[in-house]
Nanobody, 120 residues
Framework: VQLQASGGGLVQAGGSLKLSCDAF????????MGWYRQAPGKEHELVAS???????NYADTVKDRFTISRANAKNTVYLQMNDLKPEDTAVYYC???????????????WGMGTQVTVSS
């Protein structure tokens, strides 16, 4: 499974960005999809996740500002980020727990990451 993320960039504080992540490959099913981020000098952390049944989970730091959604038919997950703050600056990584035609086992897959920079 390959995950291709897009939508990162530079934005001023208070602005918005929307990240997209498309999953490609011999996919049988995708369970949970999510976004993680890592800022310089900080640990990798979960931003938001969404199950195939649309149950969502958010980090406390992004609740009420970020919205995760997915288009199951397209194996795509989105992250709408509003009211961005300088502390949101990080590389954002897409994640998917997916099974494939290879062996039907569910594994975690990661995208290459997309940079989000929020200026003050």
């Amino acid at each position: 499974v390959q995950l291709q993320a897009s939508g990162g960039g530079l934005v001023q504080a208070g602005g918005s960005l929307k990240l997209s992540c498309d999953a490609f490959g011999s996919i049988v099913a995708i369970n949970t999809m999510g976004w993680y981020r890592q800022a310089p000098g900080k640990e990798h952390e979960l931003v938001a996740s969404i199950t195939s049944g649309a149950n969502t989970n958010y980090a406390d730091t992004v609740k009420d500002r970020f919205t995760i959604s997915r288009a199951n038919a397209k194996n795509t997950v989105y992250l709408q980020m509003n009211d961005l703050k300088p502390e949101d600056t990080a590389v954002y990584y897409c994640n998917a727990a997916a099974s494939t035609l290879v062996d039907f086992l569910t594994r975690n897959y990661w995208g290459m990451g997309t940079q989000v920079t929020v200026s003050s």
